[in-house]
Nanobody, 119 residues
Framework: QVQLVESGGGLVQPGGSLRLSCEAS????????MGWYRQAPGKRRDWVAG???????NYADSVKGRFTISRDNAKNLVYLQMNSLEPEDTAVYYC?????????????WGRGTQVTVSS
């Protein structure tokens, strides 16, 4: 079965950095698209960053210049490097991926990892 597992969350002071990891149970090359979402308490789940099979990346305006998404195909890992963290970045961060299966585009989600930015 396809599974995504996040790790790397924790408590960090404003201005600090964290690197989140997402490990897939199958080759990440089998995903047409992978990315990160986040959800703060009482808020909707928002898209943060994405990377395509071809390696193209894009970011939400709120994190441009601070976050970087990358992947290691050999290790089936997708990363989110988060720098210059702000209290507004506090949220549960979720790994996301899609696979084409016949005429359907199937979505997969990780369980999430908590990131708290506070002094």
């Amino acid at each position: 079965q396809v599974q995504l597992v996040e790790s790397g969350g924790g408590l960090v002071q404003p201005g600090g950095s964290l690197r989140l990891s997402c490990e897939a149970s199958v080759s990440i090359g089998s995903f047409g698209y992978m990315g990160w979402y986040r959800q703060a308490p009482g808020k909707r789940r928002d898209w943060v960053a994405g990377i395509t099979t071809g390696g193209s990346t894009n970011y939400a305006d709120s994190v441009k210049g601070r976050f970087t998404i990358s992947r290691d195909n050999a290790k089936n890992l997708v990363y989110l490097q988060m720098n210059s963290l702000e209290p507004e970045d506090t949220a549960v961060y979720y790994c996301y991926g899609t696979q084409a299966r016949y005429a359907l585009n199937v979505e997969f989600w990780g369980r999430g990892t908590q990131v708290t930015v506070s002094s």
